[in-house]
């Protein structure tokens, strides 16, 4: 894809969406005192963190990724998920035909009922895939994620036109992914994919592992300290040489912080997923 081309692309998705991905951070409460909004938002994966580093950090070019990866909650919302979905779907449908070239857009929806996410306590319903010129583009994903306004950085989030965490709830996010990719019983088929040592795609692995080094180099709050010592290269690289047991008991200590946290990271994973299966795939459409 022709970066410039993205780009412009990017420009016009965020521009055409800000109320929708950036107002609820500026709501004020109504007449009945209730700061409900229609929806919330919050973009996950590498996208977001790569925002945060280069806005915020001045740290440009560590997380290199192009397709976004956005959570649309209606937990505590005024919309029903129905209603949600209904009008993102059509919206989107609108934001494509108004663009010059809508041909180079595509749209798949997976509709996947209510799918309970237990060990992150809250369901996923649906997605909308956006692609661009044949290139993942925009995915969303419609849970009843709870997202308090603590979870965002401000403004980040109002400088950039998306919804972006802050620096704690990324790396929380890289924790819990790492957990998941290399303590073989928590999530069976992402742990063969993306294990960083025996995993079908190891470099995914390892590149989340230096993501996530990076980021806890950065981050200040003491409570992650010992968990970022287990991440360190150094502690990686003997680790090589052990069997899948012993490594299994060693990221075994990564559950106290997944136990203490509701992670949004699920949700990235189960997109990628379902690009490869479309398992539950309902309809795919272009709109044009």
């Avoid at 440009?60 to 990866?69: A, F, G, H, S, Y």
Wanted: aromatic letters at 12%.
């Amino acid at each position: 894809m022709d970066d410039q081309h993205y780009i412009h692309a990017l420009n016009d998705f965020k521009t055409y969406f800000k109320d929708d991905l950036v107002g609820f951070l500026t709501s004020k409460k109504n007449v009945r005192n209730q700061t409900s909004p229609k929806f919330k938002a919050v973009v996950a994966g590498g996208y977001g963190l790569s925002v945060l580093l280069t806005s915020k950090y001045d740290m440009p070019n560590k997380v290199i990724t192009k397709d976004i990866d956005i959570t649309i909650s209606t937990n505590k919302t005024l919309l029903s998920f129905d209603e949600c979905f209904d009008y993102w779907l059509l919206k989107v449908s609108k934001f494509i035909r108004a663009q010059k070239r809508p041909n180079d857009y595509k749209v798949v929806v997976i509709n996947t009922g209510k799918h309970k996410i237990p060990v992150m306590g809250y369901n996923r319903y649906a997605l909308i895939m956006i692609s661009f010129k044949r290139d993942d583009f925009v995915d969303l994903v419609f849970t009843d994620q709870h997202l308090p306004k603590s979870v965002f950085d401000k403004s980040m989030s109002l400088k950039n036109g998306l919804p972006i965490k802050k620096l704690n709830g990324y790396l929380e996010e890289l924790l819990a992914l790492i957990y998941m990719e290399n303590v073989s019983h928590v999530y069976p088929d992402l742990y063969d994919k993306r294990n960083p040592f025996d995993g079908w795609y190891r470099e995914k692995g390892k590149k989340d592992i230096e993501r996530a080094n990076l980021v806890c180099g950065l981050v200040k709050n003491k409570k992650y300290k010992k968990y970022c010592k287990i991440i360190e290269h150094t502690a990686i690289e003997k680790l090589a040489s052990l069997d899948w047991a012993k490594r299994d008991e060693y990221f075994k200590a990564l559950e106290g912080l997944i136990n203490m946290q509701k992670f949004l990271l699920k949700d990235t994973i189960e997109i990628h997923e379902h690009k490869e299966n479309h398992e539950h795939t309902i309809k795919t459409s272009t709109l044009e």
